[in-house]
C-alpha cells in the first residue's frame, strides 16, 4: 500500500517546520541575551539556518531528493554546535 503525498499538506509542515524553528531560534537569542553564553548563541545559530534551510526546501520542484547546497547549510548548523560544545567545555578543563 503507497501513502499518497498531498503537495499542499508537504507545503504546510514545511512551513510549520520552519517557522517552529525560528521561533526556537529566537527563544535562545532572548536566553542568550540575559547570559551572554555562547551556547546559547550557537543553538540560536543552528535554529535560525534549519528555518532557512526548510524554507529553501520550499523552492525545490522535488524536496524529498534534497540538494547538496541544502545539506551544506545542516552540516554547517550541526558543526557550530559542535564547535560551541567543544569550545565549552575546553574551557572547564
Do not use: Y
Request: charged share 15%; with cysteine; hydrophobic share 65%.
Amino acid at each position: 500500500m503507497t501513502a499518497i503525498a498531498h503537495p499542499l499538506a508537504d507545503i504546510f509542515l514545511l512551513g510549520f517546520i520552519a517557522g517552529a524553528a525560528l521561533a526556537a531560534c529566537l527563544f535562545f537569542i532572548r536566553f542568550w541575551k540575559d547570559t551572554h553564553d555562547s551556547l546559547f548563541l550557537a543553538f540560536a545559530a543552528f535554529f535560525g539556518l534549519m528555518a532557512i534551510n526548510q524554507a529553501l526546501l520550499l523552492d525545490l520542484a522535488r524536496p524529498n531528493e534534497g540538494s547538496a547546497s541544502l545539506f551544506l547549510v545542516r552540516l554547517a548548523a550541526i558543526l557550530i554546535v559542535i564547535v560551541a560544545i567543544l569550545k565549552k567545555n575546553s574551557a572547564r578543563s
